[in-house]
C-alpha cells in the first residue's frame, strides 16, 4: 500500500508538467494577449510592460523561469490583470472562500443526496421512491445558473431573510445560498447513483442471507448493504469534492463570494497567463490528490481491492 | 475691525464649524439645498468587475478612477456640469503662447497622514506614470495631455528630469506641454496625473495601496478591501476640505451579474446599479422616480475595413454610403435598446460640451428615403439580385451587440439585399481581429477622455492607431492638425464631420446614455457631467419624508 501512494506520488509530478505544458501552449495559442485593450498601447508603453512581466522573453524560457520559480520558492508569479497582486495572493483570498461554500455543499450533498438514495432503494417502486427519484431529476434538470437567480429572487427580494451577496468573511447567513445553489446538482446525482447501488446490492446472495439469518432490517442496511453500495458513490466524490472546493462560476458571479471560481472564466477571457496557470495548477494537484484518496478508500471499504 | 464685527466674524466661524459637527445628525439640511439630510450618510453602489488597479498611476479604467477621485485629489476637479474647478490647486495661470501652465496650490491641503500636498508629490506622481519601471499602461495618457517628452520618457530615450513638470517651490508646480491643448486643465483631474506620497510607495512597493498602507490626499480613505467582493471608503478627517463633506461612508460592491445587482438594489442593498438592457422601459413605469436615463459620452459604430485585407467593394464609398443610408438608427434606439439612447449620424457625441452637430444629409431624411437612395448608390456600385454583396460583421461577444447585428443585417437584406452574415468573438481574439484588420464590418465603441470633439474626430486621421478601418483622407487630417492650434476650431470638427459622412468613414448607431436605477434619496448625482465625473464628497442623502 505504501510504495503504492509513493508511485502515485511520483507519477503525480510528470503528469503535472504535462499539464503546464499544454496549458501554455493553448495559452500562447489563443489570440490577443494580457494587455490587448480597445486603443492599442503606443510601442513604448507595451515594451515597458511586457518587459515587466518578461513576456518579452522566448516562451521555452518563460515557462523554465515559470516552473523553476515555483518549485523553488513556491511563486506563482505576478497577476496580469491586477496589478496590486500576485497569483498567490489571488488564490489566498479567493480558495478559502471556495473551499468553506464547497465543503459544506460537498456534507449537503452527501447527506441528503445518500438519504434520498438509501431512502428510494429501500422503498423501491413506493411514494418514497418516486419522490426522492422525482426530487433528484429535479434538482438535476435545474442548472445552478437558473437556481441561483430564483433563489436570490425568494430568499432576498421577497422574503428578506438573506443577504443577496457577499461572503462578509463567511457568516453563516451569506453562505446558505451559495451552498443551496452549488449543492443541488451532486445531490442529485450522488441520490442517482446511490439509490441504484443499494438496489444491485440489496438483491445480491450475501443480503439474502443476513435477511435468512433473520436480522433486523437497519442492521442490514447500515451493517452490511449500505458499504458496499457507497463503492460508485466514491468514485463519483473524489472529482466531484475537487469541483466543489474549487467553487463555480455561476456561484461566484452570482453571489458576489469572492471565491476563485469565477477566475476560471474570467482569467482566460483576460489573458491573465499567470492566474489562469495557477488555477490549472491547483485543481490539477487536487484532483491527483482526491482520485488517491479515493483509490485508497476504495481499499478500506472493499477488501478485494488490494494494490 | 470693530469688537462687534469680531464677535460676529467669530460666532459664524463657530456656527460653521457647528454645521460640520451636525451634518450627521438627523436634524441636519444641506447647507445649500436645505433639504434635510438623513441620519446615516452611506452609500453604497454597484461596480461590474473587480478593480485591476487603485493606484492612480496605474489606473485604467472607469471604476477605478471613481475609487481614485475619491482617495486622492488632483490639481483641478470638475464640477456638477463638467466644469473644471480648483482642487489641490487655486488656480492656474498660461503662459501667452498657450504651452507652460502654473498652478498654484492652497497650502492646507494634506495626506491622510498629516504631511503637507507639495507641488514635489505632483512631479513624483507624473514622473511615476511615465517612468518605465512603473510601467505604466496609462503612461499614454501623458502624451493626451501633451506634457513635453512624454512619450521619450516613457521609451526610456530620455531621463525623468526631462519631463514637462517641475516644482517651483512648495507650493508653485509648472507644466510644461508641447503645443497648445486647449483641454490641458481637464486631463489634471484624470488620476493619472495624481500626486503620489514618495515615502509610502518607498517603504511598500505594490503593497503600498493596501488599507493598512495607503496614504491618501482626498476626501477619503481606504478603509477596507476585499478583492472580488467589495471596496470601503471613509471619510477622512485631514481633507482640507472635510466639513463640506456629507457622505460619510462610500460602499463599491462587485457585483458580476446585473441581473443580481438588479435584484440587490429592489431588496435595498444599493443606492445605484446599471439598469440591464431592455428592461429601462419596464423600470420606468413601475419606478418612474428611480429609473433615470442621461447622456454618456460614448458612441456605437460600425467600421468598415478599408485597408488592402478589406473586401473590394468597401473601398467604394457608394457602397458604405449605401450601408449606412440602409439602417434605421430609430428602430434600433428605440426597440433594440430601449434606454434613452440617441441616434448617431456623425461620430462625436451630441452632449460634448460647445459641440454643434453639423448639417448632415441623411440625418434630416425619412428613412424611407435613405432607403431609395441606398439601393440606388448600391445599384450604381453594380451590386444587385445578379451581383449579391456579401458581407460579415464581427462583434464581440454580449447580448446587446448581438441583437444589433441581427438587426442591421435583417435591415441590409430587406432593403439592399446584402447578405450579413455574423460571428460573435470573444473580446480579446476580437481586439486582435480587428487590430490586424482581418475582418469586414465589425462593431466599435469609443469613449471621450477628455469633453473635446477631438477625442473622438482623432480616430479619422490616417495615422491614428485606433483607426481600425484605415481610413485615410488627406483633408482630414490636414484638418485635425490644423485645428490643434486654432483659437475656435470647432467649425473645423464640424467639416471633418461632414466628409466622414460623406466618405462614409464609419456607420454611427448610437450615442450612449448612462441608464441607471438610483435611490430617490440619493442627492447631487452630477447627470449633467458628461464624462460621469462623480465625486462621493458631493453626494448627500436626504431624509425621507
Given amino acids: ?307 | 475691525m470693530t469688537i462687534k464685527t469680531t464677535l460676529m466674524a467669530g460666532t459664524a466661524t463657530a456656527l460653521i464649524a457647528l454645521a460640520g459637527q451636525a451634518m450627521a445628525d438627523a436634524h441636519a439640511v444641506h447647507p445649500v439645498t436645505g433639504q434635510a439630510l438623513a441620519s446615516e450618510q452611506v452609500f453604497t453602489y454597484r461596480v461590474l468587475d473587480d478593480f485591476p488597479s487603485i493606484d492612480p498611476q496605474l489606473i485604467q479604467d472607469v471604476s477605478g478612477s471613481e475609487v481614485a477621485r475619491d482617495l486622492f485629489e488632483g490639481l483641478m476637479n470638475e464640477d456638477a456640469e463638467g466644469n473644471v474647478i480648483p482642487g489641490v490647486a487655486t488656480g492656474f495661470e498660461v503662459s501667452d503662447d498657450g504651452l507652460v501652465y502654473t498652478f498654484t496650490l492652497r497650502d492646507t491641503a494634506k495626506w491622510s497622514n498629516g504631511d503637507p500636498v507639495t507641488a514635489g508629490d505632483f512631479v513624483y506622481g507624473i514622473r511615476r506614470a511615465a517612468n518605465p519601471e512603473t510601467a505604466s499602461e496609462y503612461a499614454w495618457f501623458l502624451e493626451v495631455a501633451g506634457i513635453l517628452n512624454a512619450s521619450a520618457v516613457t521609451a526610456g530615450e530620455m531621463p525623468l528630469e526631462e519631463l514637462g513638470v517641475r516644482a517651483i517651490d512648495d507650493l508653485t508646480l509648472e507644466i510644461t506641454i508641447d503645443a497648445p491643448r486647449p483641454y490641458f486643465p481637464q486631463t489634471s483631474t484624470f488620476p493619472t496625473l495624481f500626486p503620489a506620497h514618495q515615502a509610502t510607495i518607498e517603504a511598500f512597493g505594490d503593497n503600498w495601496t493596501d488599507p493598512e498602507n495607503i496614504v491618501s490626499n482626498g476626501a477619503y480613505t481606504l478603509s477596507e478591501y476585499t478583492p472580488q467582493e467589495k471596496l470601503v471608503r471613509v471619510r477622512n478627517p485631514m481633507y482640507w476640505n472635510n466639513d463640506a463633506t456629507i457622505i460619510e461612508e462610500v460602499t463599491a460592491l462587485i457585483i458580476n451579474d446585473e441581473n443580481a445587482a438588479l435584484t440587490r438594489y429592489l431588496a435595498g442593498e444599493l443606492n445605484m446599479t446599471d439598469i440591464p438592457a431592455g428592461q429601462y422601459p419596464r423600470l420606468k413605469e413601475e419606478y418612474p422616480d428611480q429609473a433615470i436615463s442621461f447622456p454618456n459620452s460614448c458612441s456605437y459604430y460600425y467600421m468598415f475595413n478599408m485597408s488592402d485585407s478589406g473586401p473590394e467593394a468597401l473601398a467604394d464609398a457608394r457602397v458604405r454610403q449605401a450601408l449606412s443610408l440602409a439602417v434605421d438608427r430609430d428602430i434600433i434606439v428605440e426597440n433594440v435598446l430601449a434606454g434613452g439612447q440617441r441616434a448617431a449620424y456623425t461620430f462625436t457625441h451630441w452632449a460634448i460640451p460647445g459641440w454643434e452637430v453639423p448639417d448632415i444629409p441623411m440625418a434630416t431624411m425619412t428613412q424611407a428615403e435613405r432607403n431609395a437612395m441606398a439601393v440606388e448608390l448600391l445599384a450604381e456600385a453594380g451590386y444587385g439580385t445578379d451581383n449579391p454583396l456579401t458581407l460579415e460583421i464581427v462583434y464581440n461577444t454580449s447580448d446587446s451587440h448581438a441583437a444589433i447585428a441581427v438587426a442591421v443585417s435583417q435591415m441590409w437584406k430587406q432593403t439592399l439585399g446584402v447578405e450579413a452574415t455574423l460571428a460573435n468573438q470573444e473580446w480579446a481574439t476580437f481586439l486582435d481581429t480587428r487590430g490586424e484588420q482581418n475582418y469586414e464590418v465589425a462593431r466599435g465603441g469609443w469613449c471621450a477622455d477628455y469633453a473635446e470633439p477631438s477625442t473622438y474626430l482623432d480616430l479619422f486621421t490616417t495615422t491614428s492607431s485606433y483607426n481600425d478601418g484605415k481610413y485615410s483622407n488627406a483633408e482630414v487630417d490636414a484638418l485635425m492638425q490644423e485645428a490643434k492650434l486654432a483659437s475656435d476650431p470647432l467649425p473645423l470638427y464640424q467639416r471633418v464631420e461632414e466628409i466622414a459622412a460623406a466618405d462614409a468613414a464609419i456607420i454611427p448607431v448610437y450615442h450612449y446614455a448612462s441608464v441607471r436605477m438610483m435611490s430617490e434619496n440619493l442627492e447631487n448625482w452630477p447627470t449633467e457631467n458628461l464624462l460621469q465625473n462623480w465625486y462621493s464628497r458631493d453626494l448627500y442623502i436626504s431624509a425621507s419624508e
Fill in chain 1, 1 to 307: 500500500m505504501f510504495s503504492y501512494i509513493i508511485r502515485r506520488l511520483v507519477v503525480a509530478v510528470p503528469t503535472l508538467l504535462i499539464l503546464i505544458i499544454i496549458s501554455f501552449v493553448l495559452m500562447f495559442a489563443a489570440p490577443g494577449g494580457p494587455f490587448t485593450s480597445e486603443r492599442a498601447l503606443p510601442e513604448a508603453v507595451m515594451n515597458n510592460v511586457m518587459e515587466r512581466y518578461g513576456l518579452d522573453q522566448p516562451y521555452w524560457k518563460q515557462m523554465f523561469d515559470y516552473v523553476t520559480n515555483i518549485v523553488l520558492h513556491f511563486d506563482f508569479g505576478p497577476s496580469f490583470q491586477y496589478r496590486d497582486r500576485t497569483v498567490n495572493d489571488v488564490i489566498a483570498q479567493g480558495f478559502p472562500v471556495t473551499l468553506t461554500y464547497g465543503f459544506w455543499s460537498f456534507v449537503v450533498a452527501i447527506v441528503v443526496g445518500v438519504s434520498l438514495g438509501v431512502a428510494a432503494a429501500i422503498r423501491h417502486n413506493t411514494w418514497l421512491d418516486y419522490l426522492a427519484v422525482g426530487i433528484s431529476i429535479g434538482a438535476q434538470v435545474l442548472p445552478n445558473f437558473v437556481m441561483a437567480p430564483i433563489l436570490l429572487l425568494v430568499f432576498t427580494l421577497w422574503l428578506g431573510w438573506l443577504p443577496g451577496g457577499g461572503w462578509n468573511g463567511g457568516q453563516w447567513n451569506y453562505v446558505i445560498m451559495p451552498v443551496i445553489a452549488l449543492s443541488t446538482s451532486y445531490m442529485a446525482s450522488i441520490a442517482r447513483i446511490t439509490r441504484s447501488s443499494m438496489l444491485e446490492v440489496l438483491n445480491s446472495g450475501f443480503i439474502r442471507t443476513a435477511r435468512a439469518k433473520g436480522l433486523p432490517t437497519s442492521r442490514i442496511i447500515i451493517r452490511h448493504a449500505l458499504k458496499p453500495a457507497m463503492l460508485p458513490v466514491l468514485s463519483y466524490l473524489g472529482p466531484a469534492f475537487v469541483a466543489m472546493i474549487t467553487g463555480s462560476v455561476v456561484v461566484d458571479v452570482y453571489f458576489s463570494t469572492g471565491g476563485i471560481g469565477q477566475f476560471f472564466v474570467n482569467s482566460a477571457f483576460n489573458r491573465d497567463y499567470s492566474v489562469i496557470m495557477g488555477i490549472t495548477i491547483l485543481v490539477g494537484a487536487l484532483t491527483i490528490l482526491f482520485n488517491l484518496l479515493v483509490d485508497i478508500a476504495y481499499a478500506w471499504i472493499d477488501p478485494k481491492i488490494r494494490y
